[in-house]
């Protein structure tokens, strides 16, 4: 079928990013492949793509200052716009003890060079016009921060990909990993093998169903995650920032006229999806009318206007968590020359860039470039094997995402 020296196991934006980089490093014979007959069509296609700086550990402020690096001057280095915003963050607090919290984080982001600052009612009227600012305690702002188009930031990576003779081919489902001596040596897909001298498996929630066919089981676990866009309506201004009003566990910003807004459900629910057919896809979720309908009951006190718009377009998201909120990325541990990322933690387009160097860097250089130890596949130990563990630790994260004891911010 094909030969390739270095093979992508998924068309989303974490495989794309890597073929972008492989590329820019000179490696010319990569190949993706795609299950379905459109790229980034399942998790990054649902996605919110909001680029936060303020991060508890210094990998992940590491991994979104190269996305707003990388991003802001993607348009320019190669001609393909990624869809960056950069309208920064309001985070807003509706209590004493989150703007407590909120002062350890502003001082936090400082110390580490990210600008934040608190800002006054008359600068969050301006900011978010639509918000009711006698129902909140105050808020911060992150200038640098923003948000990518999931779409347009994929399809940017895959065209400069092109550029750079990475080859891609959709409609190819793969079946399973072809391993011998404990190397691996392709893939088999429904037309076949193809064979490669390293293989990356970069297919979100699909990521643990590939590596089982290799006997390797990541310690993720797949977990809805929801959001909604409404339709347009007038007095968003072109500079709206991403809104995250923590305290309910949502997230607004502006999307084709109209808001775009999401929620931590509290009690996550989570898929396996070995036990689902093979041609399962994201959309077959059921619409999540009711769980969206809670996010809009929490949010409209903060934003009056919101209960009255219509949902112009529900996203059904599959996000994967490990049980510690980090990514999972790496060689895969006893098997020469595969690699595997997964675990986006609902921030996998702000992560897309920093995960498709790391693989790059492994892939070529047999280094990521950084100390990765806080993302090693290999980090939980023997507590990895024990499923219901994975699930139970994964899904509590997910419910406290946005808790007050976390830094992490989305």
């Known amino acids: ?198 293989v990356v498996v970069t297919a979100g929630p699909w990521t643990g169903v590939v590596a089982r066919t290799a006997g390797y089981e990541p310690a993720m676990q797949p977990i809805r995650h929801q959001r909604v866009t409404t339709v347009p309506v007038e007095g968003i201004p072109a500079h709206h920032p991403v809104v995250r009003v923590t305290d309910v566990g949502c997230y607004l910003r502006p999307e084709k006229g109209g808001y775009l807004y999401g929620f931590f459900e509290p009690h996550p629910t989570s898929y396996d999806l070995e036990a689902l057919p093979p041609e399962f896809k994201t959309a077959d979720i059921e619409a999540p009318v009711e769980v969206m309908a809670e996010a809009r009951d929490r949010l409209d006190p ?45 921030l996998g387009i702000a992560g897309s860039a920093a995960v498709g160097r790391w693989l790059a860097n492994w892939v070529t250089e047999g280094d990521p470039g950084e100390d990765l130890t806080p993302v090693d596949l290999e980090r939980f130990g023997e507590k990895a094997a024990d499923r219901e563990w994975v699930r139970r630790e994964s899904e509590k994260f997910y419910g406290a995402y946005y808790s007050i004891p976390s830094m992490s911010v989305t």
């Open 1 to 198: 079928m094909y030969k390739a020296q270095t093979l992508i196991v998924g068309g989303g934006v974490w495989g794309l990013s890597t073929a972008y980089h492989l590329a820019r490093s000179g490696r010319t014979n990569v190949l993706v492949l795609e299950r379905n007959e459109e790229l980034f069509d399942e998790t990054t296609s649902q996605a919110a793509g909001l680029v936060g700086q303020v991060r508890t550990t210094s990998v992940m402020r590491r991994a979104i200052r190269y996305a707003v690096d990388l991003f802001s001057n993607f348009e320019r280095e190669t001609g393909h716009d990624p869809g960056f915003r950069q309208v920064g963050s309001l985070l807003l607090a509706l209590t004493p003890e989150r703007m407590a919290s909120y002062e350890e984080q502003v001082a936090h982001a400082n110390n580490n060079a990210v600008e934040a600052s608190f800002v006054d009612d008359a600068e969050l009227s301006r900011l978010a016009p639509g918000l009711d600012v006698s129902r909140v305690e105050g808020g911060y702002f992150v200038p640098g921060d923003g948000y990518l188009d999931p779409r347009q930031c994929a399809r940017a990576l895959g065209a400069a990909a092109k550029d750079g003779r990475v080859r891609i081919r959709t409609g190819t489902r793969v079946t399973g990993l072809s391993v011998r001596d404990n190397r691996v040596v392709g893939v088999e897909t429904e037309g076949g093998l193809v064979e490669a001298e390293q």
């Open 302 to 346: 903060i934003f009056p206007g919101l209960k009255s718009l219509e949902v112009a377009e529900y996203k059904r998201g599959l996000t994967t968590f490990a049980p510690d909120g980090a990514y999972l990325v790496g060689p895969v541990p006893g098997i020469e020359g595969l690699f595997a990322a997964t675990g986006c933690a609902s």
